[in-house]
Every structure is written in C-alpha cells, then in structure tokens.
C-alpha cells in the first residue's frame, strides 16, 4: 500500500531563517504533490503544488521541490514570519489508488 | 469563485445520538467530494469520497456513511454515535476529473465532542 512519511514531526525557527519539511513517499506513480497549512481550528488550505514534470516551483517565500528518483519532495519558506506558524501537510497522490494521502504532518512555530 | 461550507462548526452530541453533518459547495458543477477526520493533533483520514450524485466510496469500515443527495451537497451520518467517533471533520472538493489528482479545497470543519 501507499506509504507517506513526513519530517521533522515538529519544527522551530527563528523569524527571519529558513525551514525546510521533507516528504518521503513510496508510489513510483506518482505524479502530483500538493502542501497544506492548517491553521489551529481550520481546514488545510492548498499553499503550493507541482506536478512530476517540474523539479522545482516556486511562490514568493514558498518554494516546493521533487526529486522523483529518490520519491521525496521538500516545502521551503523563507524569511520566516509569525504568520507561518501553523501545521504543514505533504499529500501525494498514488495512481494506483487515485487519492491524496496525506502525511501526518509538521507542527511549525516561527519564534520572534 | 468557488466555495465551501460545513455546519455545524461545533457540535456535542450524547452516546448512542443520532448525527448529520453537512457540506455544501457553491460555483463548481460535479465536484469530487470528500469527508475526512482529524484526530486532535493527528493526519487526515478519508472517510468517503464521491464522484457524483448517489456515488459513494467507503475507505474504511466504521459507525459512518456518507450520501451525496444533490450534486454540491455532501451528508455524513451516524445512526448511533460512539465515543470513538469524536473529532475534527473536514469536508473537501476538487474539480470533477477521471482522476483526483487535483487540489482539494477543505472547509473549515465541525468538531464533534461525544460525551
């Protein structure tokens, strides 16, 4: 079956650094990877995305990149803010089972 | 613009209580649908998710179903609730396509506190 691993599980950076949260996923297929940010109380919201056919994209301070050999994507945000704090979720698809599997998720808190 | 509600945003219901959530999409037609829970601190896990109206797929066996009466309105129910199904519950859409790689757009969820 399809496995999604998710690092650091928690995370904490001084405003202004940079964090880097890692997915490791197991589907050789699969060819979208999607990031969440769920606000404490909230529904995840979409923050950035990319397709198998793109190493790298790219959304003001967020950044996603995929190295589809080692099946790993990684979330970058840069120049911290207060804002950032929140849970952050990878959820790649597997062809095979034509759904989003969501990671179990990394507790971000940006320290002023 | 597309939109999504849930409601109730809170809900306390007794042992044994009957339960019905509801979502509702706006400005999309034929959406996927989805229900998820969130365990306090925890990953999402798929409930159901549907293509169309009266379609319903099961991910997991439990106290739960699921119906899609009209095309934007997804219910999930419980004829008599547990004190495991406590939890934070998400509605999601994304757009209708052969395959769901797409972006899903969450609600902002009920929480539900069985006492």
């Known amino acids: 079956g399809e496995n999604v691993e998710q690092h650091p599980s928690t995370l904490s950076v001084q405003e202004g650094d940079s964090a880097v949260i890692k997915c490791t996923y197991s589907d050789s297929a699969s060819n979208y990877f999607p990031w969440y940010k769920q606000e404490l109380g909230k529904g995840p919201q979409l923050i950035i995305d990319?397709?198998?056919?793109?190493g790298e994209k790219k959304d003001q301070r967020i950044a996603v990149t995929l190295n589809k050999t080692a099946k790993h994507f990684s979330l970058h945000i840069t120049e911290t803010q207060p804002e950032d704090s929140a849970v952050y979720f990878c959820a790649p698809y597997f062809f095979g089972n034509e759904k989003l599997t969501f990671g179990t998720g990394t507790r971000l808190t940006i320290i002023p | 613009s597309q939109t999504i509600h849930q409601w109730p945003a809170t809900l306390v219901q007794p042992v044994g209580s009957p339960l019905s959530l509801e979502c509702t999409v706006e400005g999309t037609s034929n959406p996927n649908l989805y229900w998820y829970r969130q365990a306090a601190g925890r990953g999402l896990q798929l409930l159901f998710y549907s293509v169309g109206i009266g379609q319903i797929s099961s991910e997991v066996p439990q106290n739960l179903s699921a119906s899609r009466p009209q095309d934007r309105q997804f219910i999930l129910s419980s004829k008599k609730l547990l004190l495991s199904d406590s939890g934070f519950y998400l509605c999601?859409?994304?757009?209708?396509?052969?395959?769901?790689?797409?972006?899903?757009?969450f609600g902002d969820g009920t929480r539900l506190s069985i006492l």
């Open positions: 999601a859409w994304s757009l209708g396509t052969s395959h769901s790689n797409q972006p899903q757009h």
């Open positions: 990319i397709r198998s056919n793109v």
